[in-house]
Each structure stands twice: as structure tokens, then as C-alpha cells.
T-cell receptor
């Protein structure tokens, strides 16, 4: 079983602060996805990274895939209350196989 | 209307009862999945289906069964519910991603979830 660990498990910050959450594994993945899940809803895909060292930006969110493709980080600049939610990472392998999800980081941004 | 619809949204049932959770999708995807979500454990795969004639066990299939009635419909059954099956259940669909060099970049689309409580 390839496990994904996420840290921190919980994070509560004030609006305007910056934060970084992490996704780590001992396994190498061919791709890494980040999803955000809001209360009462299913997860929604934010980004997919596939190349070691790759950095993708989505407005105030910056995603990085580690050089060895075993880890990833999500950095949020100037967090807003609308960023509140559960952030899940998911690791993928070869074409057609299923993704493995991490346990998530629950983020709360206070106004 | 949601692209992936789960019914019911909430259900309380008694130990030993049979229960079915239903999922329908309008995205035209071949692949469908059932996950359960528990606090601190993330999403764990129960069963998945890559087309109407294909059913595969996931990580935690014991105590569950599925039926793929059509491309658009995938139901999950608990033949004899037990309290440790209390969880949030999600159905998801996907299409094969156009990966580079065989890398799977599939995006999963999730329903809104079914909160199941077994008492």
C-alpha cells in the first residue's frame, strides 16, 4: 500500500496570512493532484502536476511537485475565508490505475 | 443539476439491514468509483468500474457490493450494515486523462456525498 501523509492535519490562520501544507510519501508517483473539499460537498480538483520539480500557480495558490516525485506542497498567499476547506492530495501511477488519497489538511481562515 | 448525483444524501439505518446507495452521472464518463471518507483517513476506494461490464475491488471492499446498471449508474450495497460502516460515502466519475508519456492525469468528479449512520 502506497501511503500519502499530509501535514499539518489542521491549520487555523487569520485572513491575509500565508501558509504552506505538505504531502509526502515514500513512494514515487507519476502524477500528483490536489483537491479542495468544502463542507457538504465532494472534492474538486485544483491542479495536477506530473514533472519532478514542476511548479504551477493558480491565482494565490502555488503548487510544487518534488524533484523525486515523492512529495508536493501547496502554498497559499494572503489567505482568504473562501480558502477554508479540506485540502487533499492524491498520487497517481501508470495510465489507468487508481489514485491514492492522503488524509487531508483541514484549513480554517478566520476573517 | 449536478453532474454526479448521489441518493440519498443522508441515511440512518439499523445494524443488519440491507441498504443501497445510488449514483448517477450525466458526464458521459466510462469510469465510476465508490469511496468512503472517515476523519483522519482520507478517501478510501471501495469499488470501481471502468465500463459497464467491468467491476473491480478497491482497498476496502469487504462488506460491500456494487452493480453497474448502465454507463450512467453505479450503485453500492451494504448487504448487512454494521456500525463501523458509518461514514461519508462518495461516488466519482472520470475519463482517462491525456497524459504525457503514459502519465495518468485523470480528473475525478465527485458527487455531494451520502452520510450513512448505522446504529
Amino acid at each position: 500500500t502506497q501511503l500519502l501523509e499530509q501535514s499539518p492535519q489542521f491549520l487555523s490562520i487569520q485572513e491575509g496570512e500565508n501558509l504552506t501544507v505538505y504531502c509526502n510519501s515514500s513512494s514515487v508517483f507519476s502524477s500528483l493532484q490536489w483537491y479542495r473539499q468544502e463542507p457538504g460537498e465532494g472534492p474538486v480538483l485544483l491542479v495536477t502536476v506530473v514533472t519532478g520539480g514542476e511548479v504551477k500557480k493558480l491565482k494565490r495558490l502555488t503548487f510544487q511537485f518534488g524533484d523525486a516525485r515523492k512529495d508536493s506542497s501547496l502554498h497559499i498567499t494572503a489567505a482568504q475565508p473562501g480558502d477554508t476547506g479540506l485540502y487533499l492530495c492524491a498520487g497517481g501511477h501508470n495510465y489507468g490505475q487508481n489514485f491514492v488519497f492522503g488524509p487531508g489538511t483541514r484549513l480554517s481562515v478566520l476573517p | 443539476d449536478a453532474d454526479v448525483t448521489q441518493t440519498p444524501r443522508n441515511r440512518i439505518t439499523k445494524t443488519g439491514k440491507r441498504i443501497m446507495l445510488e449514483c448517477s452521472q450525466t458526464k458521459g464518463h466510462d469510469r465510476m468509483y465508490w469511496y468512503r471518507q472517515d476523519p483522519g483517513l482520507g478517501l478510501r476506494l471501495i469499488y470501481y468500474s471502468f465500463d459497464v461490464k467491468d467491476i473491480n475491488k478497491g482497498e476496502i471492499s469487504d462488506g460491500y457490493s456494487v452493480s453497474r446498471q448502465a454507463q450512467a449508474k453505479f450503485s453500492l450495497s451494504l448487504e448487512s450494515a454494521i456500525p463501523n460502516q458509518t461514514a461519508l460515502y462518495f461516488c466519482a466519475t472520470s475519463d482517462p486523462g491525456r497524459g504525457q508519456g503514459g502519465v495518468d492525469t485523470t480528473e475525478a468528479f465527485f458527487g455531494q456525498g451520502t452520510r450513512l449512520t448505522v446504529v
